[in-house]
């Protein structure tokens, strides 16, 4: 297992690398070729590229002290949750930083400078667990272990929550990363696949299908097998008619390149994947031409669409999040209460009995109140007991 600091030199001295990974395992249904080159002569409708997908790595690559500006969140990456007092105990052990956890990556940094950070991809963690640590600034304590591992090197990240009595940091990567590993279709580019049934595409949460075009040949075969194209927002699916469990799954993240170009069989659809997914060259035959032509036009636009605002396939929710002040504030209302004057006795004022008598000289003579049973001054004629008592009341 590789140390931070022989890391962290291998990465100043190659600077950032492109990391392998990727789908791969049984042969292409659909590879013309397994390079980047290609057969048969130019000349076709035309070509879209671009060269946003082959920037996405933040999900496939482990990266020490990183230009700042590649901590940014790309198109697409969205952040779960951020915890301000997580301890990098293995590397950085007692250091303060903040950890942020996104929908593609684990990345962390610390509080003296952000030029210290790590950024973690899920595709090279292998596994996540909960172990006895010795932090500097916690003493003995739990911590989360994430056990990684990328261009042939192993790497262990700790990462221990200085908020006691949290469970949070557990709680949250943990559920984090098996949403990560359970929606792969999203990403990676699968070949025979459970992704069909009954003649109908499994479809996978918020994807939309824009088309399915019957008749479609696949030139992986001197052949060619004929069989159905369905192309949705977020993947492009072709499937023998005879044999459903021959198919590809190829998402728009895993496209190089999509173009028109002869083949032996005449005119077809090529689809260049990244490297990362195998590199495969995928052939795909329509007739009539204007039927390619179409077909052509809308996989370049939903590409391009998918390029501007990528689906990684992991949808959250915020449990436990404070309310708003307009959420708890409460709407004041009127009680319903008539107020009604009980005095029978007067229509005055009974609060001008506590007002000093101007034309009083000298206390009255003491009486006897059988209402109290207490010796009491001489009341004025115009008061009663009963009248001084319902103003306390």
Known sequence: MISYAQARAMA??????????????????SSMSSGGGGGGGLGG????????????????????????????????????????????TKGNNGERGDLIITNLRLIWWSHRSRRTNLSVGYNAIISINIRQATSRLRGPTQALYVLTKYNGSRFEFIFTNLVRNSPRLFTTIQA?????????????????????QDNELKLLPREQIYSKLQGVWNLSSDQGNLGTFIATNI???WYAN??????????????RSILVRDSKFGPALVIDTTARSGGYILGFRVDPMEKLEELFKEVSSLWTVYSSNPIFGMDY??????????????????DDVEVVDQDLESGRDVFAAYYADSS????????????LGLAVE????????DALWNVLS
């Open 12 to 29: 100043a001295a190659s600077g950032a690398s492109s990391g392998g990974g990727g789908s791969s395992g049984g042969g292409a249904p």
């Open 45 to 88: 409708v035309g070509v879209a590229s671009t060269g946003v997908q082959d920037a996405i790595w933040q999900d496939r690559e482990i990266q020490f002290d990183i230009p700042i500006r590649q901590l940014e969140l790309r198109k697409g990456e969205r952040t779960l949750d951020m915890l301000d007092t997580v301890e990098d």
């Open 176 to 196: 984090v990363f098996r949403a990560y590993d359970t929606t792969r279709l999203y990403r990676d580019l699968k070949l025979r696949g459970a992704i069909i």
């Open 235 to 237: 993947r492009l699916v």
């Open 242 to 255: 005879l044999a459903q469990n021959f198919n590809v799954s190829m998402p728009y993240i895993q496209i």
């Open 317 to 334: 929710v915020l449990e436990g999040q404070p309310q708003t002040l307009k959420d708890v504030t409460v709407k004041r209302e009127q």
């Open 360 to 371: 009083k000289s000298t206390d009255r003579q003491p009486v006897y109140s059988e209402e």
């Open 378 to 385: 001489e009341l004025r004629e115009d008061l009663t007991i």
